[in-house]
């Protein structure tokens, strides 16, 4: 995707990723968009205003006592015009400022000026970033809106490893890209259901599945990327959450079907969460062990695919369902389609030994009305990006 005449402001923060900032405005300048740059002090320490200005095409700003950065460009109009904001490094100090609303350099003032979205890419030693100040700090600018890619996990700066990591620039990018998206869904609402469910049994125990979200939030930050504005409900993952998409995190399938609910109308569904068919009866005390084991008394969840198919006047235009088959993956899949009540099945065989179950690749068929469609294997981003755009080539027809 292009990001032809797509103005960035960034901003460099004091951090020895900062030299990888290099690299994010040359990946972005080769995608068509102009980048002007603001350093703080810090950063100068670590890469030159000569070579971020050669790179970027554009002088660098730095200094808002400067009368000639002034006369030139003031750093209000600096921080207004650009289409996005991105800070990256974003030092634990910069988000700190942010938080705080302080403004005593350059960098600091314009991000408190600007009215324009903001990415930041957080990088520090790891215990900073698992600071509860970081911590808490970062929660207030994500609940004012600032989005977040990263940090990645592994080396740090200092021999140590851990969380904290810049994300790499062409994460950056992407971020970027589904940020500033004029792409096939922009204005349509997406909702995704991702993950497995977890049913109590007691306070300590649950029943639960081998999902590992992998499929379900590569195919939030797809619909994402391709513009669609994006609910994630998701149930217990490891994944990290999708720039761009609001995630709800919950725990039963009662509450995924709640939150669901909750995010109607929306015009397109993918249920790609392993939801748990049944619950149990919860004990509201730790089971202790009798000499007999416990009876678990199962109940029916709610079908949230089978729901959203028949929501009346709230059904979205195109409701997606994922089956997960070991056996007679297509007629079960067909069979589906038609008790649920959904457009297209997503069919995929999970026997043991196919990896697709917390693995990184998938071979699907996509079932509906017309008949069934064959894709290679793939990896599960790839499936994702395919089912974004049929999704979009469906909406366009
Ligand atoms: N699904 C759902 N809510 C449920 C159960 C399933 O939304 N309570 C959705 C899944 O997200 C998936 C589709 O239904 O999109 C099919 O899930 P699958 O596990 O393959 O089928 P089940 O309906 O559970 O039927 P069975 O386990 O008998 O094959």
Redesign the pocket.
């Known amino acids: 995707m292009s990001l032809h005449n797509r103005r960035v402001l960034l901003v460099i923060t004091g951090g020895i990723a900062a030299y990888k900032s290099l690299d994010l405005i040359r990946r972005l300048r080769e995608r068509g968009a102009s980048v002007r740059a603001i350093l703080t002090d810090a950063a100068t320490r670590f890469v030159t205003p000569l070579a971020v200005q050669t790179l970027s095409g554009n002088r660098v700003y730095s200094d808002i006592f400067s009368l000639t950065d002034e006369s030139e460009m003031g750093h209000l109009r600096l921080a207004r015009d650009a289409d996005l904001v991105v800070v990256a490094p974003a030092t634990a100090d910069m988000l700190a400022k942010m938080a705080g609303g302080i403004a005593d350099d350059l960098a600091s003032t314009a991000l408190l000026a600007t009215d324009r979205p903001i990415l930041v890419a957080p990088a520090m030693n790891h215990r900073m970033w698992l600071h509860d100040a970081t911590h808490a700090n970062m929660a207030l600018l994500e609940a004012r809106g600032v989005k977040r890619i990263g940090p990645n996990s592994g080396a740090l700066a200092e021999g140590e490893t851990g969380p904290g990591r810049m994300a790499e620039p062409l994460e950056i990018v992407a971020a970027i890209e589904t940020l500033l998206s004029a792409g096939p869904l922009k204005g349509r609402r997406a909702l995704v259901?991702s993950g497995p469910t977890h049913e109590a049994i007691d306070p300590v125990r649950f029943l639960a599945n081998r999902s590992s979200g992998k499929q379900g939030h590569a195919i939030a930050a797809a619909l994402a990327h391709a513009g669609a504005e994006t609910v994630l409900v998701s149930g217990p993952t490891a994944e990290p959450d999708p720039v761009g998409v609001t995630v709800h995190r919950v725990e039963s399938?009662r509450d995924m079907m709640k939150a669901c609910e909750a995010a109607l109308p929306v015009e397109i569904a993918v249920?790609?969460?392993?939801?748990?068919?049944w619950r149990v009866e919860a004990a509201s005390h730790k089971l202790k062990k009798t000499g007999a084991p416990p009876a678990l008394k199962l109940t029916e969840?709610?079908?949230?695919?089978?729901?959203?198919s028949h929501a009346g006047n709230r059904r979205p235009r195109l409701v997606v369902?994922?089956?997960?088959?070991t056996e007679n993956l297509i007629a079960?899949a067909r069979k589906?389609l038609a008790s649920?009540g959904?457009d297209w099945?997503v069919a995929n065989d999970v026997s043991p030994g196919t990896g697709v179950f917390g693995g990184d690749a998938n071979i699907v068929h996509i079932v509906d009305a017309a008949g069934v469609e064959d894709w290679p294997a793939l990896s599960k981003r790839e499936v994702a990006e395919r089912l974004a755009a049929r999704i979009a080539h469906f909406f366009a027809a």
Do not use: S, W
């Open positions: 259901t399938a249920c790609a969460a392993a939801v748990a068919d969840n709610p079908d949230i695919l089978r729901t959203l369902g994922f089956a997960a088959e079960g589906k649920k959904c099945i």
